[in-house]
């Protein structure tokens, strides 16, 4: 298996895992196995109910950590060594916090920087994968404002993340019933904390669609092809984000909608990255026996 096509497993693996993580805390089933790293003292425990559910992921984690082991192997004689080296150290200190999270019994500080570390770490894999794409040496970047409003399209969504994972380790995520707004104010006056979490998750959430739909228009008017439909996807997936954001509170966090949220969450983070790091024209080749040419972004994409 090539280098490129090994980091898309990975990543497609630790994809699969944050969806695990938060069908875990969805299902209430964290603390299904109480010890760690064994469950019940063993290795296969009775996989029944939540201790399938928990255990599943912790089994998910374990193939994720070996790939990133392998990953690291195949990494070390190239130009990627040190990206390889970091993405294991983060996945160390996601299984960590991970068994943390579980013997302190589900610290929320602890618990949303798991979540923190995890999506930092499946970002790296977006980036080893787009830098070990073959037969591509540079590309032309696009102007300097296109990649100042990816990137901040790609900060933002990513503090959104975190911002929910806090509200939803704090138990906020149903401070507020109604919608869009609550006792029909965006910011009701006599707010207590964990009111103000709620509607400064859902505020927030509108900023980061404005800021993801101008980058988006910014890179769709300086691209064309498959780059340009990339950029149109950033805008529509957020607008999903924000219904399924809706649906999860008039289900009353329902498994399904809560889940869903974490994965088109985690799907914008991997559009607006790649949408960024195609504008600033990164280096894609790690190694190659051809000459290097240079390409424009817009034929990076087609």
Request: charged letters at 10%.
């Amino acid at each position: 298996m090539s280098l490129r096509r090994f980091a898309i497993v990975t990543a497609s693996c630790t994809f699969l895992l944050l969806l695990m993580g938060g069908l875990v805390h969805n299902t209430r089933s964290s603390l299904a196995c109480p010890d760690w790293p064994l469950c019940f003292g063993q290795v296969f425990p009775k996989m029944v109910g939540n201790v399938a559910i928990e255990h599943s992921h912790r089994l998910v984690a374990t193939t994720v950590g070996l790939c990133t082991i392998v990953l690291l192997v195949m990494l070390w004689r190239t130009a990627l060594r040190r990206l390889g080296v970091l993405a294991l150290v983060l996945v160390i200190a996601q299984g960590v916090l991970g068994g943390v999270t579980v013997l302190m019994r589900l610290p929320v500080w602890v618990s949303t920087t798991h979540l923190a570390v995890s999506n930092l770490f499946f970002a790296l894999l977006v980036y080893i994968v787009f830098r070990t794409r073959p037969g591509v040496s540079t590309a032309e970047p696009l102007s300097p404002r296109v990649q100042r409003w990816t990137a901040w399209a790609a900060g933002l969504t990513y503090a959104q993340m975190i911002l929910g994972a806090f509200m939803r380790h704090l138990g906020a995520g149903l401070a507020c019933v109604d919608v869009p707004l609550c006792r029909g104010s965006a910011w009701p006056a006599d707010a207590v904390p964990a009111l103000k979490l709620h509607m400064l998750h859902r505020l927030f959430a509108l900023v980061v669609f404005a800021v993801v739909t101008a980058a988006s228009v910014l890179m769709a008017r300086e691209t064309r092809g498959r780059l340009r439909a990339l950029a149109i996807a950033a805008p529509l997936l957020v607008t999903l984000q924000l219904g399924l954001g809706l649906l999860s509170i008039t289900s009353f966090l329902d498994v399904i909608p809560v889940t869903a949220h974490l994965g088109v969450a985690v799907l914008v983070l991997v559009d607006v990255l790649a949408l960024h790091l195609i504008a600033r024209g990164r280096t894609l080749l790690v190694a190659t026996q051809d000459r290097p040419r240079p390409l424009a972004s817009a034929e990076v994409a087609a």
